[in-house]
T-cell receptor, first 111, second 112 residues
Framework: KAGVTQTPRYLIKTRGQQVTLSCSPI?????VSWYQQTPGQGLQFLFE???????NKGNFPGRFSGRQFSNSRSEMNVSTLELGDSALYLC??????????FGPGTRLTVL | GQNIDQPTEMTATEGAIVQINCTYQ??????LFWYQQHAGEAPTFLSY????GLEEKGRFSSFLSRSKGYSYLLLKELQMKDSASYLC?????????????FGAGTILRVKS
């Protein structure tokens, strides 16, 4: 069974731009969670989607948004990028609220 | 709120045993996970505890005491490839639903 996939793997943007990251969960997994990982803050929860509905949200500004499609694939969007948004963005999928399996991440650099 | 504490760094010798501790405070505890993360890679699942006691999986074991808000990860017969960051994460089933809250991670260095 294929694991969680994320695209793109690396991304370079400039301040003020917006970015969309994609995540395809493990086949059969309906829950997708997004995390931001930085050296200073560690892994921080962004949001979780289940059956196309956001059912949990972390403490991030409204510039961070997401959605989930009927095939469980998920996207997250960051608008008006800031230098501090440079991070590894990780997506994790889970079957029914149990163990989360992480994708390889998207490394975003904001210049 | 939630608070998860684990040591920042540890160093151990190849072939030895090391114990990484994690203490937590959370309102809606529903399980504790340990993940391993090598530099530049995604976290990979190691173990899960929801009931008190010890879970053993090969060279790795994890222990949980819910009354004390305490867990540890035990790594035996250390190998150089075990050098990585070890993340303790608590599943919080609060009003917002399912959420994993991570500690800052413990960087383990295995020396020969």
């Amino acid at each position: 069974k294929a694991g969680v996939t994320q695209t793109p793997r690396y991304l370079i943007k400039t301040r003020g731009q917006q970015v969309t990251l994609s995540c395809s969960p493990i086949s059969g997994h309906r829950s997708v969670s997004w995390y931001q990982q930085t050296p200073g803050q560690g892994l921080q929860f962004l949001f979780e989607y289940f059956s196309e509905t956001q059912r949990n949200k972390g403490n991030f500004p409204g510039r961070f948004s997401g959605r989930q499609f009927s095939n469980s694939r998920s996207e997250m969007n960051v608008s008006t990028l800031e230098l501090g948004d440079s991070a590894l963005y990780l997506c994790a999928s889970t079957l029914a609220g149990d163990t989360q399996y992480f994708g390889p991440g998207t490394r975003l650099t904001v210049l | 709120g939630q608070n998860i504490d684990q040591p920042t760094e540890m160093t151990a010798t190849e072939g030895a045993i090391v114990q990484i501790n994690c203490t937590y405070q959370t309102s809606g505890f529903n399980g504790l996970f340990w993940y391993q993360q090598h530099a530049g890679e995604a976290p990979t699942f190691l173990s899960y505890n929801v009931l008190d006691g010890l879970e053993e999986k090969g060279r790795f074991s994890s222990f949980l005491s819910r009354s004390k808000g305490y867990s540890y990860l035990l790594l035996k017969e250390l190998q150089m490839k075990d050098s990585a960051s070890y993340l303790c994460a608590v599943r919080d089933m609060g009003p917002g639903g399912n959420k994993l809250v991570f500690g800052a991670g413990t960087i383990l260095r295995v020396k020969s």
